[in-house]
């Protein structure tokens, strides 16, 4: 099959260079399961993201995907193989990282402003500084008018948007996001992407974005990984090389965009098929 | 495809709206009427029976008393006093035994549930002794009490203290346990120190188990603090009961037992006020929207 095109350049898996923003190296991760066993979640991850680059993971459902985000902000170690985060190796949860949450992670009992300002004031910024940079993160994802709303008081997009800036107000220049807009319809879902790609264009930071959803990964993607079936490993890499900036709502349509997201479908598909029979073999 | 015209007008459709909100908010103020109006009827019924039953014997009032004899105990006691003093020193003893027992417990319990809770190893090493000791009747540890600290206060707040403490203790516990691990992970990833999580994410994550606590564990407060009375005291409500029963003054233990029911409704309001304002950011339970 020779559908290699000029807009999906399928990448070799190389040894990450030594100044990238993120750089899994070789790395296996088992759990202990609490029977007793060991479990490889993941096994031989190689995985590069350049300095403002934009990479998306995709993979079947339990093949290593959140795991792999967790390895880069340090909640979780390799069990062989090195981590490192702009040049340093993972040690602690690094202040370079923000993280989007699948769930909803924001805390219930804050308003609006009192959750986007929770990450300077944790930080140790002054009070009346983190809530001015507050309520400029809330005015940039158009939610100026409910400052004051508790999270339960919101529609799941503008939860989402409260996410991204809470995150944003960071400005992590490590940027992980696992499945953040899985829950969402798909108006919303769109109308989050757009607004993901317009605040990461204005901070330009390194993005590892976890997806099941392959159109996603590419509408959003520099470079997009494959990962197989669990224990997940690195399937392919391609590169994207859609033009910037990208809307997401006409992208879809775009003949090249088709074009790619066949041959990696070709790619994935059977790995997802893998997933499935093997899910159902373990009742998961 | 032809677009489709709206032809109600936004004008007539306005008015009925309002004239649907007004017939709406009436109905509800006649529901609620009607909520009172059954409830007034049904104490009402039943005092009326109640008198009527003792005043023809069909059952005793020596044994079971009747709402006028209650109420002439009542109005004795506040007139002219109980046979241990004026009542409302007996009121007042035991609220102070009860409020010193609720907080030393319930403060007790929120520490050190949420010790337990964030320690894996404390816990771990702990919860077989907490069981042990949550499994003794404690009750009868109001003897132990008495005969260890005297029939002063300091018996009948002990008494209440264990009574409040593994109540509070198990949801505060609980409460820290399932606070919700990605929104942990979220804190920390946003900068909080272990301290900080502690503080901003899981108190108030275990805030509603532990309100939930407080509701019931204040009435255990009140048993311990009337029990240790009963046991042994100089002053309280729990006395004033031991006493009549002691002179077959059914009139009087009932007098007493409602007494204790007022001062309980009245504070379990107080704590529900508490609680909603503490957690005003919970969304309302579906019966409670729109009334
Ligand atoms: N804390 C853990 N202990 C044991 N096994 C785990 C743990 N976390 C994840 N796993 C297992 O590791 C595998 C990968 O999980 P995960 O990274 O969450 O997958 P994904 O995000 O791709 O759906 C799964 O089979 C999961 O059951
Ligand atoms: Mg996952």
Redo the contacts between chains.
Sequence with gaps: MQSQTMAAEKLSPAAPPADAAIAIDDVTLRFVTPDGHMMTAIRDFTMTVARGEFACVVGPTGCGKSTTLNLV?G?LRPTTGGVRVMGNPVTD?S?D???V?Q?????????VIDNVA??PL??GTPKAQAYEKARDWIGRVGLSRFEKH?P??LSGGMRKRVALA??FI?QPKILLMDEPFSALDMQTRTAMQDELLGLWSGLKSSVVFVTHDLEEAVALADKVYVLTAGPGTVKSVYRIDLPRPRVMADIRYDPKFIEIAKVIWNDLREEVQLGQSRGLQTGH | MTAISPTEQAATRATSIVAAEAQARARLRKRHALVIGLRLAILVVFLGLWELCADYNIIDPFFFSSPSGIWEQIWSWVTEGTSQGPLWLQIYVTLEETFLGFAIGAVGGIVAGIILGRNKLLADVFSIYIKIANSVPRVVLGSVFIIALGLGMASKVALAVVMVFFVVFANAFQGVREADRAMIANAQILGASPMQITRSVIIPSAMSWILASLHVSFGFALVGAVVGEFLGAKQGMGLLISTAQGAFNANGVFAAMIILAVMALVVEFLITRFENYVVKWRPAPFNEQGT
């Design positions: 902000t909640l949860i202040r990282i923000g993280f949450f769930a909803d992670a924001l805390f219930p009992w804050r308003s929770a990450g944790f930080r508790y339960h008081q809470q995150t960071n």
